[in-house]
């Protein structure tokens, strides 16, 4: 399925450097993974609908709803520098 010189050939793509002992080793797992996910492509999977997730999650958080704030004024007041009744903040685009 995968042999010594494919895992050090795939190492060498990805800047690792393996030791002998490592590349036997790294052949013998990635092998075992191929030959597990090889069963997987048998199964008939056409009834059953793509998912994200193995259990059913659904979000937990609260609704976003706007409302006015009513202190306009003590936010403007606290920022440190404002123009009139806006924000005023340090320019973050180049000129160029």
């Known amino acids: 399925m995968i042999d010594r010189e494919q895992v050090h050939k795939v190492a ?4 690792l450097e393996l030791t002998p002992e ?18 997987l492509s048998e199964l008939d999977v056409a009834d059953v609908p793509p998912t994200t997730r193995a259990i059913d999650v659904s979000n937990i958080t ?6 006015p704030y009513t202190n306009r004024e003590g936010i403007l007041n606290s920022a440190p520098e404002q123009e009139g009744d806006f924000f005023k ?5 180049n000129a160029e």
């Open 12 to 15: 060498n793509l990805a800047r």
């Open 22 to 39: 490592e590349e036997e080793k790294f052949t013998t797992q990635l092998g075992s993974i191929l030959e597990y996910i090889e069963q």
């Open 62 to 67: 609260r609704e976003d709803i706007l409302k």
């Open 89 to 93: 903040v340090p320019k973050i685009l």
